[in-house]
């Protein structure tokens, strides 16, 4: 008897369930539809020449190492390939 009440009672405790899914979610939109709008970031300035210079820098030691690393990846990879 048991499992037959489990078996008549399960599509609608799943249909309960995906019932309060979809109420949940459009609860969520219209709560993100009216709410308000983030304002957006200025523009990133940099102050001062030595900044950008100092900036400018660590940009090019960064590429050196990245270059550098590529390089010796893939030599390390030809020579177990080999």
Same mark, same amino acid.
């Given at each position: 008897?048991?499992?037959v ?10 249909t309960?369930? &995906?019932? +309060? #899914?979809?109420?949940?979610?459009? !609860?969520?939109? @219209?709560? $993100? ?17 030595? &900044?950008? +210079? #100092?900036?400018a820098?660590?940009? !090019?030691?960064? @590429?050196? $190492? ?17």
């Open positions: 008897m048991f499992m009440l489990c078996i008549v009672a399960t599509p609608f405790v799943f309960a369930w &995906v019932v +309060q #899914r979809v109420l949940d979610h459009r !609860a969520q939109i @219209a709560a $993100l539809r009216h709410a308000p709008q983030q304002q957006a970031l200025p523009a990133y300035t940099i102050a001062s020449p030595e &900044v950008e +210079q #100092r900036l820098n660590l940009e !090019a030691i960064v @590429a050196s $190492l990245d270059f550098d690393l590529a390089v010796k990846v893939r030599e390390a990879g030809r020579t177990q390939a080999a």
